[in-house]
């Protein structure tokens, strides 16, 4: 064995953790110490496409643009054939990278069903309550299908896609990206390998960040939760659905408290104005100020369709904070989704967790604390610290020393193996799994509202644990 050989070695390792209290390692050596996967993405049953799948994407916004990109990224899986969208410039700008014949080229997702089937599949990425007639109709014609989360925005509607799914055994991937992120990636690794004994608990919280929640909960598209989906749906079905995945048993009761307690008119400051445009008294002072998120810290400019040359994005941005949702006084919405919520999760393997959503916080990246019967595991997203109890020895993994991000792109090239392979086993959140964490959030919107302990219904659903 070389010197080099042997410093990459798990004995070598072995040696390190032994001599150190806390060992810092990349996740390379971290599953190689432990006997894991060094590749958490890695899997075996990919295959080279003899031609790349044909996608049609319905709403070519944030999201259906972030996946179109994979196609240009990737030729030789995924070639984008035909886009629909009501935005005539988004339409033309992905109309453009991708080359789209005009014929291909839809101002609205029904016109896509008109013609018979011509190309493999659909990604879905219009708003909330587009999905359930562009996804109803995508399977009726024979098209594997990507959606985006929410499913839908009523458990009626997404009971319904999911009995359709099943029924005509169409691939249908849901985009819950968190499943393809390294840091959840390397959590699941961990746990099912046993390493902290059996899961007892779990603490999952996810902090916002206020301008984050008033950019898109309280000014934005997701700010009231009748014409969107409730904020549980929209943003939080992501954590039920990864604490679902972490703690490999199905969900059986939830328990939710939370409110709107800031964005309300009864906080508006004194002198506060309509719009922070309209001389407002407080504008300087105002954390929530537009002028300085949008104009002068020029930040979450992509819901503006901005114009190409940069001159011209002052007067540009000044004319939407005068015109659009996102210059009004957060004091004086027409908001409803609470600031801030925790839910109580009880599963049928007697494991529980406590999940809690904060607006009011500086910082993004999910924290967790996972409890096992052999060691505990507390993590940021950026890194986890697992301690055995019997050694008392930590170790660590520290993300920032490794490949970063790319959580849709991973997404998305299980998905197409799924298409091109017709074998949704292939994907890590399909539909037949991500329901229950639709399920899970119905459920909990319910006991909020109601002021109950709310079982999570999953008689007719078959489910794979996974
Ligand atoms: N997986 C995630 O992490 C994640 C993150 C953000 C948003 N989302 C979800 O993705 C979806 C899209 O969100 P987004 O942020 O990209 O929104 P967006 O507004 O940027 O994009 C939606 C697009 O749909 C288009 N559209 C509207 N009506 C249409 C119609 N009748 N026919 C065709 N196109 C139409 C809009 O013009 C827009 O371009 C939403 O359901 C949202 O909740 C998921």
Known sequence: MSL?????????????????????????????????????????????????????????????????????????????????????????????????????????????????????????????????????????????????????????????????????????????VLRYSPYFRGLKEVLDAGLIGNVISIQHMEPIEQIHMSHSYVRGKWKNSKIATPILLAKSSHDTDIIRWLVNSPAKDVHCFGNLKWFTNINAPEGSTERCTDGCKVEQSCPYSALQIYLRDKKRLYVFDMPDKKSEWDSFILEKLKTTDYGRCVYKMDNDQPDHLTVNMLFESGVTAAFSMEAHVSYEGRRTRIMGSKGDIVGNMESFIMTDFKTRKQTSWELKTDAHGGGDHRLIRDWIQAVAQKDKTLLSSSIDVSIESHLMAFAAEKSRLDRTIEEVRLTDIQLSVK
């Open 4 to 176: 080099r050989q042997f410093i990459s070695s798990r004995k070598f390792l072995r040696s390190i953790v032994h001599l150190k209290e806390n060992v810092s390692l990349r996740w390379k050596e971290f599953a190689e110490l432990f006997g894991l996967h060094e590749d958490v993405f890695e899997d075996p049953r990919h295959i080279k496409l003899k031609e790349p799948v044909t996608v049609i994407l319905l709403g070519s916004g944030n999201r259906g643009s972030i996946y179109a990109d994979y196609a240009i990224k990737n030729p030789d899986e995924m070639k984008v054939v035909a886009v629909a969208d009501i935005n005539i410039n988004r339409l033309n700008k992905i109309k453009k990278i991708h080359k789209i014949d005009d014929a291909h080229c839809y101002s609205n997702w029904e016109d896509i069903f008109k013609s018979s089937k011509f190309a493999d599949a659909i990604i879905i990425a219009t708003p909330d309550h587009l999905h359930t007639q562009p996804c109803l109709a995508a399977l009726d014609a024979g098209y594997d299908v990507l959606l985006e989360k929410p499913i839908a925005p009523t458990e009626e509607e997404c009971r319904l896609i999911f009995r359709k799914a099943r029924a005509c055994e169409s691939i249908v991937g849901v985009c819950h």
